[in-house]
Every structure is written in C-alpha cells, then in structure tokens.
C-alpha cells in the first residue's frame, strides 16, 4: 500500500527540496559548528547537518528569544509613543527533533492560552515546522520514557525519517501539504514504512538513560521535604554529582523553562528606549529577591528544588513547562546533575 | 490581538501625601472610553510604568465607585522613586488591573476581620469603603492596623471617618515610637491587639496583608482562636515582571501570585509560604 500523503527523496536529491523551500521561506536548520550542532540559517544545502544528535540550545531560540525588544517608547511628548516591536517574517525550522516539537507544544499551550503571548503567537504562526525523527539518541536524551520520541507522531506540518539512502517524508497539515505543492517527489511505498518501523525498534533499545513516569508529579509533590534536595543543593550531591552551582545552565538549555525578566533601555538621547525581555532563571539568586533584602528562595537547595519540581510539573506553570526528555540539561550541568537520578532518589529506588 | 504587556498611558489628576515616604495618587487613562469602560475589585492590580525605568506591581486602593482609581505608593526603589516625583497633569504607563481581589461576594453577610501591617492597608483600603457604603451587606468591621512607627502609617486621614462606622471597631498599633512624636494607640505587634479583639470567628472573614513573616504569624494565630483555613485571606507579595502568569517570577508552589493570586485563601498556599 502506498500511503498517497507521504512521498520518499533520495539524500543526494535533498538540495532539491531544500530549494524549494527556500523560495518562499528563510530556513533555519541544524549546522554543525566544532563538534556540537546549532540552529542557524540556512542558505545551502552543505550548510545543512541533518545527522545532528542534539543543538545545544534548543530551537525555543525562534519562538521566545533570549532577548526580545517588546515595543519602543518616545518620550519627547507627554503623551509616551508606545509601538509594538513585530516579528512577520515567514520563516521554516527544518529537522527539528521530536523532543523539541513536543516542547513547542507544551509552550504553545502555555503562552496561547489565558493571557495570549502576541510575541510568541506570531513567531509560531508565521513558521513552519519540518520534523525529523531522531537517528540515535543523545547519551542524555531519556525522550522514549517521557513520550515525546525518538519519534514524532503529532505536531509537525512535515515530518522526515532516514530510511536509509532516503527521507520519508510525511504530511502533518495542510500547510504541509501546501509546501509540497509544484516539487516531484517519489510516493513512499509500503517498504518505505516498513523500513521506518524497524528502524523506529532498533533505535529504542538504544536509550541509556530512563525515567519511570508513573505517579512521578504526585511523588515529587509530596516530597518537597525529602533529603535529596538538600543534597542536590547543599551537600553531597546525588549520584556521584557535586551540589549545584546555580548558574542557570539548565534554564538556558531547556526547551520549556520560560521564566523572563523584563527591563527598560534608554539610548544616548535618553528620550527614546525600548522594553526588553530576556530568559532568566529561578537558580538565579536574584530571581526570588523582595523588597528590604529578602528573597523567597534564598537557598540553592530551594531553588534547585523548584527547578526538579518544575520539570516534574508540579511547579505553576505544571504540565506546559515540564519535561520532555531532551537531556540538554544533563549533557550542560557542570556539577552532573542528572534529573532522571533524582527521579530514582525521589521514587525510593 | 490585543497585547498584555503594552502599557496605556494614564494621566495623575491627583496626590495626596501620606507620610514621608508615600503618596497617593489618582489616576486617569488617558483614552476616555477606556477609563469609561475600567472597573475592578479591591485587591486587585495595576502594573504602573515609568519608562526608561521600568514597572511595578501597585495594587488599586479604592473602590470603582470613586470614578477614578487611586494607588498609594511607598517610593523603595527605581521605579516607585520615579513615581514619587511626578507631579498632577504627568503622565504614566498603566495595564491591568490583574488578580483576583478580596471575596468580598463571599464575604456578604458575615463579619469582616481587616488585619493590616504597613503598605498592606493600601489594597484593603477598598475593601473598607466598600463596607462603609454598603453597610447593612455585612456584619461588624473590625480593624487591626499595625506600622513600625505613627509615622509609617498610612490614610491617617481618614481614621476618623473610619471610627464612624457603624458597627465597627479601629484598632491601630505601632512597633515603636521615634521621640517627641505623639501617639494615642497600642504599641506592640499587631498580634498585640488580639486578646482585645472583637471578632470571633463564627460567621466571620479575616482579610490579612502586610509583610509575609506578619501574615504568617497572624493566620497562625488566627487558627489557634479558631478561624479555620477557608475563613482567611491574605493578599501576598512578589517582584512581579509581567502581572500575568508568563514570567515565572511570583511562582509560589503550584500557583502564581499575580494571576492565581494576590489573594489566596490561606488554605490553598498554607504548604508554600515557608519559603519554596
Ligand atoms: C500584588 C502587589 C501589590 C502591591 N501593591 C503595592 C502598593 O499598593 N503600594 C506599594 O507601595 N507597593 C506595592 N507593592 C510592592 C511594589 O510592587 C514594589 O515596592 C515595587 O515593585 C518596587 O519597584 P521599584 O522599581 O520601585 O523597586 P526596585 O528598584 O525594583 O527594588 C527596590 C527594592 O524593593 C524590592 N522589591 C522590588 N519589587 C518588590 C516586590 N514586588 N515586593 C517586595 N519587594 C520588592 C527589591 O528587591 C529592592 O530591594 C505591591 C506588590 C505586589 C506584588
Ligand atoms: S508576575 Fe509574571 S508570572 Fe506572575
């Protein structure tokens, strides 16, 4: 049986389509830059690293940047000109993995629902995601346990598989179906997919890392006095890793932290300014800080907790900021901290 | 679509000082309609702007029925320091108003408990005038309002119209007093005024604000005479970015302060205001 909404291109074919692309869209996509893999532009298909195994910021980069220009003001007049700062280009992620679509959802949710976020909407309304499913997991990557890989199975307008000397390339949308329009491509065949399930088996057995999700919030919500937070903050550490550092690495590099803090520049003139936001981290000590010095989270060990719980989605932000089991966080960690340790300490195992 | 965090400027048609350190100030948006269409509920708040400078969270301190919307404003830091130099006929940036106010819906009926420390007087505030002028809604009114010094207080002025209530009690205590400063009331903590407190907790609601540590001590205090968990309120403070759920800064357990919040039944966040 061929499958009339997918279609198969030859790897050495792939310039083909990536030129098609390009004609309506800025590319973005993964590029191999010293022995790690980034997003960037893509211009050229020898740009183009599809065999990345993980970015080492993820594709959240395009959607809720590290810093974002919010709207300028003109004070030459009492009556402050206020103007939206907007983002409409029409761009597309091409070979973003299943973790981090999953990621996208999560934060679709969070930053569309009460309170619509027009910075975030309009970023995601105006690109187009083209998913690759994984090829071999990252040391850290623990996506199988959580269900959000190494395959991609919602979320895409398109999705590409290696299948060997091709992609597979199916259709999530019709913005999908769309794109395809005035390219030929060959149809996928029932071996086609047959070959992706059999990679798709091979490939979950070679996970190092799990997590057993069952029960896993309600655990940790009942433990928020359970010694391994003051090992993991204070003393100790857990499972070989030295106590947390606080320096907010695993913010930066996960796909669902979306804390921001917000501040006002002035340029030269001092009439004319803009109101940012940038990615900020509850590990930061300022992050907690109240008036006459106090802060709410003083300690590592309380911040380093609200972190675990927040990827364990009991924190505020629940389901939409929790984890998808990319492992970003394990690979940067300085001290080796690893969640889905501190998962087995919490679960008594 | 109709962006959040993009403030509306507001015009300061009014100040009224309260003490050395803070003002009250009422404001206007400078759009008619849209000051037409505002209204509210006690304990809720704006986020002000000063730009250049930045924003702060300020909860609303009277009641939609003034016409206009007043916020008293003690100036600690970049923001609030700004705020207190403007004049009447500036201008400001103002979004909101966000929160959940006090239950003042679920409170019809019964008798009101207002525990006040500090700058906490200001988002209940409201809450009293409301009272005042829908007085056969509720039953007896009792005020505890604690500051460091007489000095520290705020709406001094309008005590002695708050005496007047009908079916009311005013209770107002000081942590110390500087020299040569005259002073009638107690002095001692707000806890202080409790074995002279008229309100007991059949049918009654206590509404608490003021520093975290005081709100603790008091809701303790309050269970230990009786309140239950669901017959407290207190309205908590965090360095807020957005006022709307998005930047993760007030996050308390599983809720946010500023959308979920300020005012919580002390039931709901009792596990969390030991710091988390
Ligand atoms: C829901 C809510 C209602 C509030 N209502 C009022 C009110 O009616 N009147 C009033 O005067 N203040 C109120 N506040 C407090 C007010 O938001 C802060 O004083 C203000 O944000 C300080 O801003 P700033 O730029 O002047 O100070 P900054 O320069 O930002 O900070 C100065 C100092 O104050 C601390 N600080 C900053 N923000 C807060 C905060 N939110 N809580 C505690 N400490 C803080 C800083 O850590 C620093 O030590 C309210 C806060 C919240 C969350
Ligand atoms: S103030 Fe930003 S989430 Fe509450």
Redesign the pocket.
């Known amino acids: 049986m061929g499958n009339e909404k997918a279609f198969t291109i030859e790897k050495n074919d792939f310039g083909r389509l990536l030129e098609h692309l390009l004609k309506k869209y800025r590319v973005f996509g993964p590029t191999q830059r010293g022995l790690d893999a980034t997003f960037n532009e893509i211009k050229t298909n020898d740009q183009l690293f599809l065999d990345y195994v993980s970015t080492v910021l993820p594709p959240k980069k395009f959607f809720h940047p590290p810093r974002l220009e919010l709207f300028s003001f003109d004070l030459h007049q009492k009556h402050v000109k206020i103007e939206e700062i907007k983002q409409d280009e029409k761009t597309l992620l091409l070979g973003i993995h299943p973790c981090d679509v999953h990621a996208l959802l999560r934060l679709d949710d969070f930053f569309l629902g009460e309170f619509q976020d027009p910075y975030y909407q309009n970023r995601r309304k105006n690109t187009v995601l083209v998913a690759l499913n994984c090829i071999e997991p990252s040391d850290y990557a623990f996506c199988n346990s959580m269900g959000t890989g190494p395959f991609l199975e919602e979320g895409y307008d398109l999705l590409l598989t290696d299948i060997g000397t091709k992609y597979l390339i199916e259709i999530g949308s019709d913005t999908g179906q769309n794109i395809l329009k005035g390219i030929q491509l060959e149809n996928a065949t029932t071996a086609d997919f047959t070959e992706k399930n059999h990679r798709f088996k091979l490939l979950e057995k070679r996970f190092k890392r799990f997590i057993n999700t069952s029960w896993l919030s309600k655990i940790a919500q009942e433990n928020i006095d359970h010694e391994v937070w003051e090992r993991l903050g204070e003393q100790g550490g857990v499972s070989g890793s030295l106590p947390c550092l606080s320096c907010g690495q695993c913010s930066l590099v996960c796909p669902t932290c979306y804390c921001y803090d917000v501040y006002d520049t002035l340029d030269l003139s001092l009439k004319k300014g803009k109101r940012i936001r940038e990615l900020d981290s509850c590990q930061l000590l300022e992050y907690g800080?109240?008036?006459?010095?106090?802060?709410f989270r003083p300690n590592r060990k309380d911040r380093i907790r609200h972190w675990m719980l927040c990827k364990l989605g009991v924190a505020a932000g629940g389901q939409q900021s929790s984890c998808v089991g990319c492992g970003r966080c394990i690979r940067t960690c300085p001290v080796g901290i690893d969640i889905t340790e501190v998962a087995k300490v919490l679960r008594g195992e | 679509m109709s962006n959040d965090l993009k403030p509306h400027m507001a015009i300061v048609k009014d100040i009224t000082i309260e003490n050395s350190n803070?003002k009250t100030y009422v404001l206007e948006f400078a759009d008619k309609q849209q000051h037409k269409n505002f209204t509210w509920d006690p304990g809720q708040?704006m986020m002000l702007s000063l730009f250049g400078?930045?924003?702060?969270?300020?909860?609303?301190?009277n009641i939609p029925e003034d016409g206009l919307i007043s916020?008293?404003?003690?100036?600690?830091?970049?923001?609030?320091?700004?705020?207190k130099e403007l004049k009447k006929g500036d201008t400001l940036g103002m979004r909101g108003p966000?929160?959940t106010g006090w239950p003042i819906k679920e409170a019809k009926g019964k008798n009101i408990l207002l525990i006040a420390g500090g700058?906490g007087l200001?988002?209940l505030r409201g809450v009293i005038n409301h009272i005042a002028i829908k007085r056969n809604n509720f039953g007896h009114l009792e005020i505890i309002y604690g500051a460091r010094t007489p000095n520290d207080m705020i709406f001094t002025n309008q005590f002695r119209d708050w005496y007047q209530i009908e079916k009311s009690r005013l209770d107002l205590t000081v942590d110390g007093i500087p020299p040569g400063t005259p002073w009638e009331g107690k002095i001692g903590l707000v806890t202080s005024c409790f074995p002279a407190m008229k309100t007991r907790p059949q049918n009654s609601v206590a509404l608490v604000c003021g520093p975290e540590v005081m709100m603790r001590f008091v809701a303790k205090c309050l269970e230990t005479i009786g309140f239950k968990e669901n017959q407290i309120f207190l309205?908590?403070?965090?360095?807020?970015k957005c006022?709307i759920g998005k930047c993760g800064h007030?996050q308390l357990g599983p809720k946010y302060?500023?959308k979920d919040?300020?005012v919580f039944p002390y039931r709901d966040i009792k596990p969390y205001i030991n710091p988390l």
């Not at chain 2, 400078?53 to 301190?61: N, R």
């Not at chain 2, 309205?235 to 807020?240: A, D, K, N, P």
């Open positions: 800080e109240v008036a006459q010095g106090g802060n | 803070t708040f400078v930045g924003e702060a969270a300020l909860s609303i301190s916020t008293t404003i003690r100036a600690v830091g970049n923001v609030t320091k700004k705020i966000y929160g700058m200001a988002p309205s908590l403070e965090r360095r807020m006022g007030c302060v500023c919040g300020p």
